[in-house]
């Protein structure tokens, strides 16, 4: 039995899903898929190990995960009690919508690494010792700490004497300038240190229970790996996980069938899509730092566009017979069918009277969700939740239990739904797919009532619905697309409906009712597309013959974000910036400022000093043999009288290194001195 087994492990919104991979010889040996919890990850997670060959479980010597709970704990507004001290800043020079969160320290620097005011440690060593009863996390940022951090270390020295929590550093989270940038990241960072820290204990605690006791690599947004201990208290840096580890997937599967070329990652999930573009093998990154939600932070992450479009996204018809898809995410009635068996006597009830049901709802039900409350719900929402407590129930059934009138029904559905109390579940694009064979995962029989109950509702046939739904997911699908190709090279105008430009070649060459007597449009795009997720295969190759191209759908195109993240590498980057004033260079790093007479002296200095950085960041990360790399950029500027002015120079550290393993087991035999041998990648 090979001792090089990776598990991989993707909790994602829909499926949390598993994989076993011999790293060394890059052979897929268990795959497994279970629904996510999200109330709990760690049990969705016990539940896809249950589906793995535990045979294989001894020789595990990694775990990868990958984890949508950064995302979606900044995205949902989760607060903890945290503490951030602002050194330098003014009340304008962060988020408005932290204040409750900071408090303004005086001190900081200017551009040049000068101090600008001394630390104030009196106040700070006050203001800790006033408020760090109760405090989870602390996160200190000074102004232009990436030119000068030692206020920010003397700080978070200060504060880990008094309260032996944790803290972070701005400038240990990014090394680019914008400061207002990098305290909504360092505070957005504490936020999720509580956070993380219960997730990993739980999880840790579900391998115990399994006796896999491999070291624990967690996704980057960038898509590199990060050891349990380092991202314990650098969480943001999680953002993006999922997706990342689904680009990293897809070229690993890519690399099984040759050479890893340009391509564009289509990850279609449950409840999002997301696409990202592979250049020479390499995904492309944000340069600007991920976004998630109304937050723009300084962390690097693979450049990804989502869309709310998946397998479990909402299909419904307004009054025209508009067919809208998404971005509301429910459970498929496939699924709830194959759960609750005895909603299909329901179904056929609703079809002999749909016609006397809204139009919008006709075939839907709902079900309990979360903590049932007692006492605390007006007389209507408890008479609909005593109903749901006895299994799903369908409007119909809801509204003859409360005697209320089903808009009245609807409505308070809607504020318990928004409270999380009661999930709906309705036609979905799974439901479309098992309707006509691809799918058979769940329940046939209940997809087709509910399509047969919605079209006799809206006079419409079943082929005619399926033709709709195609044409809506290509075009969303196939309008992203062209986004991201095409926003390399060109700046395009966007709204909340998306880019004008890509919308109007799209619907002029796809579109009867819009397309141009005179013009001829065609898309021919150069990239083929990689298909990931589940329903990929369904979707993407009509959307690939739109676009002109092909797509590919690799055979564990379904587990592929497990896949990747188990099969990544441990990357850090690190910089520092040499600066003339008046007549000396200035160093600076991540450590603090040197000052050099000749530029050589500083250049040959910062690589020595970089080199170190990064090698020491790279194995606290978790890296084994690490590989460095170093990047130099001078920057030249001209005078009036022609004369060339040296302006600075930036010295860019790579480190890259495959994650150390556990070491194996006793019982395995090697010979003296043997290593185990690195992942081949």
Not at 11 to 17: C, E, H, M, Q, S
Not at 571 to 592: K, N, W, Y
Not at 642 to 662: T, W
């Amino acid at each position: 039995m090979s001792d090089t087994i990776g598990l991989g492990i993707d909790v994602g919104g829909t499926n949390t899903d598993s994989v076993l991979i011999d790293l060394e010889n890059k052979k897929i040996l268990s795959f497994a898929k279970a629904s996510t919890t999200r109330a709990d990850l760690a049990l969705g997670i016990a539940e896809s190990l249950r589906g793995l060959e535990k045979r294989h479980f001894p020789g595990i010597a990694l775990i990868g995960l990958s984890t949508t709970l950064a995302t979606n704990a900044i995205v949902e507004g989760a607060r903890r009690r945290v503490l951030g001290l602002l050194i330098g800043y003014g009340p304008d020079d962060f988020p408005h919508a932290l204040r409750e969160d900071a408090v303004l320290i005086r001190g900081g620097h200017d551009v040049r690494g000068e101090e600008r005011e001394p630390l104030d440690t009196e106040t700070l060593r006050e203001i800790v010792e006033r408020k760090k009863d109760g405090i989870e996390a602390y996160a200190v940022c000074g102004y232009f700490s990436v030119r000068n951090p030692d206020h920010e270390l003397r700080a978070a020295e200060i504060i880990r004497q008094m309260t032996g929590g944790p803290v972070v550093c701005g400038h240990e989270l990014s090394p680019r300038l914008d400061a207002v940038k990098r305290a909504a990241t360092t505070i957005l960072n504490a936020h999720l240190i509580p956070v993380i820290h219960h997730l990993i204990d739980s999880v840790k605690r579900v391998f115990l229970r399994n006796r896999i006791t491999a070291p624990l690599m967690i996704v980057r947004g960038d898509g590199s790996l990060m050891g349990a201990p380092a991202i314990m208290n650098r969480p943001i840096e999680t953002i993006l996980s999922g997706p990342a580890a689904s680009v990293i997937g897809a070229r690993f599967l890519l690399g099984q069938e040759g050479a890893v070329e340009d391509a564009v990652i289509v990850d279609i999930g449950g409840t999002t899509t997301d696409m990202a573009l592979l250049r020479n093998g390499h995904p492309c990154l944000n340069l600007e730092g991920a976004r998630i939600g109304s937050w723009q932070t300084n962390v690097q992450a693979i450049d990804i566009r989502t869309i709310g479009l998946g397998g479990d996204s909402q299909v419904s018809l307004d009054y025209d017979g508009n067919l809208r898809v998404g971005p509301k995410r429910i459970v498929p009635m496939a699924f709830l069918g194959a759960e609750h068996p005895e909603i299909e006597a329901e179904l056929e009830r609703i079809r002999g009277r749909c016609d006397h049901l809204p139009l919008h709802s006709a075939p839907d039900f709902w079900v309990a969700w979360g903590k049932n409350p007692e006492g605390h719900e007006e007389k209507t929402g408890r008479r609909i939740l005593d109903s749901l407590g006895k299994g799903p129930r369908s409007l119909l059934q809801l509204s003859e239990a409360s005697d209320l009138g089903m808009t009245d029904v609807q409505r308070e559905l809607a504020r318990l739904e928004k409270k999380g109390l009661v999930q709906h579940c309705g036609i979905t694009p799974t439901d479309f797919l098992h309707a006509n064979g691809t799918f058979a995962a769940w329940n046939r029989g209940t997809s087709l009532l509910a399509l047969q109950i919605l079209c006799n509702r809206h006079r419409i046939s079943l082929p005619a619905l399926r033709e709709k739904l195609s044409e809506a997911m290509e075009r969303k699908i196939g309008l992203q697309i062209l986004d991201l190709v095409l926003a390399e090279q060109v700046h395009l105008h966007r709204d909340q409906a998306g880019c004008d430009v890509c919308s109007l070649f799209w619907d002029h060459c796809f579109s009867p009712e819009k397309r141009s007597d005179h013009v001829r449009f065609q898309i021919s795009l150069k990239n083929r597309l990689v298909g990931i997720g589940a329903p990929a295969y369904a979707f993407l190759p009509p959307v690939a013959q739109k676009l002109g191209t092909s797509a590919v759908v690799p055979f564990h195109a379904g587990v592929a974000n497990a896949i990747g993240a188990i099969t990544g590498a441990v990357a850090m980057t690190d910089e520092a910036l040499i600066r003339p004033v008046q007549g000396r260079f200035r160093l600076h790093s991540s450590i603090g400022v040197e000052v050099f007479a000749g530029l050589e002296e500083a250049t040959v200095r910062g690589r020595d000093l970089l080199a170190k950085i990064i090698r020491e960041k790279a194995r606290a990360a978790g890296a084994g043999d690490v590989e460095v790399t170093l990047e130099e950029k001078e920057h030249w500027a001209t005078s009036r009288g022609g004369e060339s002015l040296f302006m600075e120079k930036r010295l860019i550290a790579r480190a890259v290194g495959s994650p150390r393993f556990a070491p194996p087991r006793s019982g395995s035999i090697r010979r003296l001195g043997e290593s185990v041998p690195p992942p081949r990648r």
